[in-house]
């Protein structure tokens, strides 16, 4: 990971210093880097030393990052990790444009690989990820979403990077079918455990710990999947109540509201009920590193697996 960071942190310059600046500011804000390592395990796992593995890793970084510079603006969200948002500290415009500038540099960094295949599954994972993202936000304020559609959006707009950042270890060892499967498998079971966990967090973490306003989702009009499971076991004046805050967002009442809503999701188990499938799609991660061979990186995945439905941030 400290090679990982190297190649970040060169690849991050620019005769423009302010993208240098946005960059840096969100980068250096922190976040788990869990796609790098994913990679990178599964290049232990795969027993690869293909010196490209430290350049694809720091590419799905600078994707994830670009997303985030994007969705930080489609959301108007002011606090991340506990800092201010790039957009809220350099405003919206330059946020965008930075993005496109590391999609762009990650795109430099592919062609450099001088891989088709490469090329091919990030390209799609990219454009994957946009497609969920708009589906994300064509579902805005939409009540009656499922939970079929929930997990469409969410394998979409984050599964998708971390199935493509285990296929490329695949990939780097010119490995068989089989075993490539098992990588995007494992890839995509973790990233829904991931972005599942992750949404019941916004119900029951603390500010301190998630580095942002508990209920944000809520206040975005956004369905996830506590919310769908209460609506489906609350009682109708309950079920009505979340769904009017979904439908008709106001921030006044969202704010008077939050506690009774955080009531009736405890109320209906909707949080165990989450929890419990967010531990499905870990354990079926798990079950696609069934055929790898033992040693520590294999571990790691394992572990990496159990802490992605286990963490508080």
Do not use: W
């Not at 108007?76 to 946020?95: H, V």
């Not at 994300?136 to 304020?141: A, D, G, R, S």
């Not at 950042?165 to 780097?172: D, F, G, K, P, Y």
């Not at 790691?300 to 697996?305: E, K, N, P, S, V």
Request: proline letters at 3%; glycine letters at 6%; one cysteine or more.
């Amino acid at each position: 990971m400290k090679q990982v960071d190297a190649v970040i942190s060169k690849r991050l310059s620019s005769e423009v210093p302010l993208v240098g600046q946005i960059c840096n500011y969100i980068i250096a804000a922190g976040g788990k880097r869990i796609r790098p390592v994913l990679l990178l395990l599964l290049c232990g796992a795969l027993k690869s030393k293909d010196p490209r593995r430290h350049s694809l890793a720091a590419v799905v970084e600078f994707i994830h990052t670009a997303t985030l510079l994007h969705d930080d603006v489609v959301d108007q969200s002011t606090l991340r990790r506990g800092k201010p948002t790039a957009n809220e500290s350099f405003g919206n415009a330059a946020s965008v444009l930075v993005g496109d500038f590391l999609y762009s540099r990650a795109f430099q960094m592919m062609v450099e690989s001088g891989s088709m295949k490469v090329m091919a599954i990030l390209s799609e994972a990219t454009n994957v990820i946009a497609e969920g993202e708009v589906l994300q936000l064509v579902n805005m304020h939409d009540a009656s979403l499922d939970q079929a559609t929930y997990l469409r959006v969410i394998r979409s707009k984050t599964a998708k990077l971390f199935e493509a950042s285990a296929r490329l270890a695949a990939v780097l060892v010119d490995s068989d079918d089989a075993t490539e499967q098992a990588c995007a498998e494992y890839g995509q079971a973790l990233g829904t455990a991931f972005q599942i966990r992750d949404d019941a967090l916004d119900y029951e973490g603390q500010k301190d710990q998630l580095g942002k306003n508990l209920g944000d989702d809520l206040r975005e009009g956004k369905v996830t999947l506590p919310l769908i499971i209460a609506m489906e076991r609350a009682s109708a004046q309950e079920s009505g109540l979340i769904r009017h805050m979904i439908e008709h967002p106001d921030p006044t009442q969202l704010d008077k509201n939050l506690d009774q809503v955080l009531r009736i999701i405890e109320g209906t188990e909707a949080l165990k009920i989450t929890h419990r499938l967010a531990v499905q799609e870990a354990d079926r991660a798990e079950r696609a590193l069934a055929g790898f061979q033992p040693s520590e990186f294999l571990s790691g995945l394992r572990q990496l697996a159990r802490q992605s439905v286990q963490r508080n941030t």
